[in-house]
């Protein structure tokens, strides 16, 4: 799953350094909303303004945890 992730957000987010530890301060807001939209689109999940916390979005693992916490919670 990380690394179909990774491509898919390759493929929108082309300047973005995914490998990156501190990749939510490479971010901007519209960065951030395409992750949350490419993501919420191909998973079939809900992914909300709430969904983008530092946190979350800290790097490409932590966005992969969001994820599969998403999609358990969907079951």
Not at 22 to 48: C, K, R
């Amino acid at each position: 799953m990380k690394e179909k992730i990774k491509t898919l957000l390759e493929d929108v987010l082309p300047l973005v350094d995914f490998d990156s530890d501190f990749l939510f301060s490479e971010l901007d807001s519209l960065g951030v909303t395409t992750i949350l939209m490419t993501l919420a689109a191909e998973y079939n999940i809900e992914l909300e303004a709430v969904d983008a916390t530092p946190k979350n979005l800290k790097s490409l693992d932590s966005i992969v945890k969001m994820v599969e916490t998403k999609l358990a919670e969907k079951k």
